[in-house]
């Protein structure tokens, strides 16, 4: 972490290991690119950096979250991955500030599909995150944290984000399971944010979107339209 070492990772396949597949550690200008993370203990890809290029990955089946940026990190672009079946989440970022999450296929998380939270420094601001698609997120067989991990995306004390463009379905294991998730989009603390226009067709079990309130000026949320799942 003493310099900017710009490492490549490209045409990898990374299996069974006992903590993250791949874990980048104040690391800046990487590029991550049609690799494969699957079936390890930790993250498929944990990251604490800046200035990176994440495409075209599988990140399935690990045991906790499929792409985690705990740390200080910004300024990463997330396109056209396959995030499925990892155990507490598809995407998890903390702190996190000038990303481009785009063309995302996430699919059966634990928990949320995409989670913004802030870190012990700040909370998460300046994302584009659109023509994503979130699927049966909050597998419940898994556990959860709280009732709100029981939801496609939750964006909690953030500034300057878009959510908009994404489509949101709600469903099981492959054909038998329990139907997830409870909710769509839960949003809590935003400010100068944008959450319009994304579709949720059978999209949750109990409500589209749960506004908790507490925002600061120049909030939209609005025009996330869909339906429920009746069981």
């Not at 991550?32 to 800046?50: E, K, T, Y």
């Amino acid at each position: 972490g003493k310099h900017e070492d710009t490492p490549r990772i490209d045409t990898c396949r990374v299996e069974f290991f006992s903590g993250d597949g791949i874990h980048l550690e104040r690391i800046w200008c990487f590029v991550v690119r049609h690799s494969h993370s699957f079936c390890n203990q930790g993250c498929g890809f944990g990251i604490r950096g800046w200035d990176g290029c994440i495409l075209d990955n599988w990140f399935s089946g690990n045991g906790q979250v499929g792409i985690a940026a705990y740390d200080e990190n910004a300024s990463n672009t997330i396109t056209g991955n396959r995030i499925e079946w990892n155990k507490e989440g598809g995407i998890v970022i903390k702190g996190g500030a000038q990303y481009n999450i785009t063309g995302n296929y996430i699919d059966r998380s634990g928990h949320c599909g995409i989670l913004l939270l802030p870190n012990q420094i700040r909370g998460c601001h300046t994302m584009a995150i659109t023509g994503n698609v979130i699927f049966r997120s909050g597998k419940p067989e898994w556990g959860r944290n709280d009732e709100y991990d029981n939801a496609h995306v939750r964006i909690e004390d953030a500034q300057g984000i878009v959510f908009t463009g994404n489509a949101l379905n709600s469903g099981r294991d492959d054909g038998a399971g329990v139907y997830s998730p409870d909710y769509g989009i839960v949003v809590k603390g935003l400010e100068s944010s944008v959450i319009r226009n994304n579709v949720q067709h059978l999209g949750a079990l109990k409500q589209l979107v749960v506004d908790l309130g507490e925002h600061k000026e120049g909030v939209i949320v609005q025009d996330n339209v869909g339906t429920l799942r009746k069981l």
